[in-house]
């Protein structure tokens, strides 16, 4: 127990219920005289926060005044995030997240989070002494070097881990003291970023090759010393980074890649929902990927073992999925092309995208490029013409890099297409009919996946776990939000959602003998007193 009292206590942002404090309570904390009269519940106190949300004119400025909230009452910020998830991820997460990291050291004014620099070599197991909190569960970590679509930001991606953790925590129940932000700032080769005068973070080139790997490396060890039982999730690194980053700890550590494998379950969640609406089975699809980055091969990925899982081989699952990048469709003369590429260059003629779509006639078409405004009309059209319901992911983020917006998806296909996007859009009026696009956040899976690996203590996360997690959240989705025109299940569900795929995932683990601690005689109220309630 503590024993602060007075304006320590008021300061402390876990201590604090401000003006909810009891009379009590406000005479044995030595508090009487530090707060107003009235003693606001916690509700009236969520509804004063949401009305000063609602008052700022700038999605920066809501972030602002809830990152200062989170600072300054912490229970009070989850119970108002979750309480408003879908009026406030836009603005904790994508897209507003994306504005704050490109401003990330023009506004700063709150110190969160761990930094490391090339400059903290041979101390970093010295330096997370000076964390405060010591029993960490799960750590969302980046170098900033590909945020969300907006590229290198250095430093300023720390907005991301900090974003991502949050979410652990009001969407998974994540203790927050358990949660452990980190930046691997390794320099940025933004120039613009080098130049500012401003810029927080170590204002070097990038470092590369076996300088990088050894400081990484360094950290991944200190985890393992201090904090054996966290989960590392890799965010937002440039995609070779990724991958590599992936095969060297995925079987040694607790560790996954949420662009890689994160956004795969989603992805394939939402792919499992469209097949409700089309009929048939993964198998008998065509799906044409705009984008060959880790998004896009991590989708393929875990298609190619859900296809596997129908009973085609490797081979033939692989042949069900084609690729365009930036030079064109991805062929076995492409060139320069990356290990996680070479599995879909399939023998082809080299052409660029629409001919490709003429060609090779997707039922499916995802976009994870990047590139706004990609798919095009005449894409639309094309996938219009081929399917009688086209399905259409326009993953790409934040919404300004969508490859299209929701509305030309609908338009342009007369209302036919079975749509998703990696940003939200608003509803939109078709033909009459209102239609409530599905976002494709990760947030719906990375939360429960963690929640169930820390829970069991596990070794490490198979790729199987993700195709659990895509299947439990396919299965949450009703028939309501189908009829709705949404291929995902409402935000508000997010808690609810988070539990039963951790659940499903904690009994895989136990299955697959993953699990290091004692399996729990009843595992759902195991997982379930894990969970953190931020009401007071
Ligand atoms: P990446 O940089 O690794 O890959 C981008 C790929 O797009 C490359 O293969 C590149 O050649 C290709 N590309 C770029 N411009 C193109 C163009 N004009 N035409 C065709 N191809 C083009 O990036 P990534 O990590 O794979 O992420 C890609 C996008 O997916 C980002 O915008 C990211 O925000 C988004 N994403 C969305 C979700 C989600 O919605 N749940 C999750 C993860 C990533």
Redo the contacts with the bound molecule.
């Keep these: 127990m503590n024993d602060k009292k007075g304006i320590e206590v008021l300061k402390d942002m876990r201590l604090s219920k401000s003006t909810a404090f009891t009379a009590e309570e406000r005479e044995n904390l030595g508090l009487r005289g530090l707060l107003p009269y009235a003693i606001s519940s916690q509700d009236i106190q969520k509804k004063r926060a949401i009305e000063n949300i609602r008052r700022k004119e700038s999605n920066i400025e809501k972030y602002l005044f809830l990152s200062a909230l989170q600072d300054r009452n912490e229970r009070l910020f989850y119970r108002t995030v979750i309480d408003y998830i879908q009026e406030l991820l836009p603005i904790i997460y994508?897209p507003t997240v994306g504005e704050v990291c490109q401003q990330f050291s023009h506004i700063y004014r709150i110190d969160k989070g761990f930094y490391i620099t090339p400059e903290d070599k041979g101390d970093i197991s010295t330096l997370l002494d000076n964390w405060p909190e010591k029993d960490i569960r799960v750590i969302v970590v980046t170098d900033g070097s590909?945020i969300?679509?907006l590229g290198d930001l250095g430093c300023n991606g720390m907005g991301i881990p900090i974003g991502k953790l949050s979410l652990y925590t009001a969407g998974g129940g994540i203790r927050p003291e358990h949660c452990l932000p980190v930046m691997l700032d390794m320099g940025t080769d933004n120039e613009s970023l080098l130049e500012d005068l401003l810029y927080l973070g170590y204002p070097h080139k990038r470092l590369q090759g076996e300088e990088y790997d050894e400081i990484v490396d360094e950290f991944v060890m200190a985890v393992q010393e201090k904090y054996p039982m966290a989960l590392i999730q890799f965010e937002d690194f440039?995609?070779p980074n990724?991958y590599r980053l992936l095969e060297r700890y995925q079987k040694k550590i607790l560790c996954f890649n949420?662009?890689i494998q994160?956004?795969a379950a989603?992805?394939l969640a939402g792919i499992y929902t469209s097949l409700r609406i089309l009929g048939g089975s993964l198998r008998d699809q065509t799906i044409m990927f705009?984008?060959?980055?880790?998004?896009?091969?991590g989708i393929a990925d875990l298609m190619v073992t859900a296809m596997m899982e129908e009973g085609l081989t490797m081979e033939e699952a692989r042949h069900k999925l084609w690729f365009?990048?930036?030079?064109g469709l991805v062929t076995g003369e492409s060139k320069n092309l990356q290990p996680h590429n070479k599995p879909y260059a399939h023998e082809y003629k080299a052409m660029g995208?629409i001919e490709a779509l003429r060609e090779i006639r997707p039922s499916i078409l995802i976009g994870?490029?990047?590139?706004k405004n990609?798919f095009t009309k005449e894409v639309v059209e094309l996938m219009s013409a081929h399917n009688e319901r086209p399905v259409i992911f326009a993953?790409?983020?934040?919404t300004t890099?969508a490859e299209c917006t929701a509305e030309d998806a609908y338009k342009w296909s007369d209302g036919r297409v079975i749509f998703a996007?990696?940003?939200p859009f608003g509803p939109v009026t078709i033909n009459d009919r209102v239609i409530v696009p599905g976002q494709?956040?990760?947030v719906y899976v990375f939360p429960g996946v963690g929640l169930g690996a820390i829970s069991v203590g596990a070794r490490y996360l198979p790729d199987s776990a993700f195709l659990v997690a895509a299947r439990e959240l396919a299965r949450q989705i009703h028939q309501s939000d189908l009829d709705a025109g949404t291929l995902y299940p409402k935000m508000t569900s997010l808690r609810t959602i988070s539990f039963e795929i951790a659940v499903a995932v904690a009994t895989h683990l136990y299955q697959l003998d993953l699990a290091t601690l004692e399996k729990p005689r009843n595992l759902r109220a195991h997982i379930k007193s894990m969970i953190y309630d931020p009401t007071y």
């Design positions: 994508t590909r969300l679509g440039i995609t990724a949420d662009d994160g956004t989603v992805a705009l984008g060959a980055g880790s998004a896009a091969t365009v990048d930036i030079n995208f994870a490029s990047g590139a990609t993953l790409s983020n934040p890099k996007s990696g940003s494709g956040n990760n």
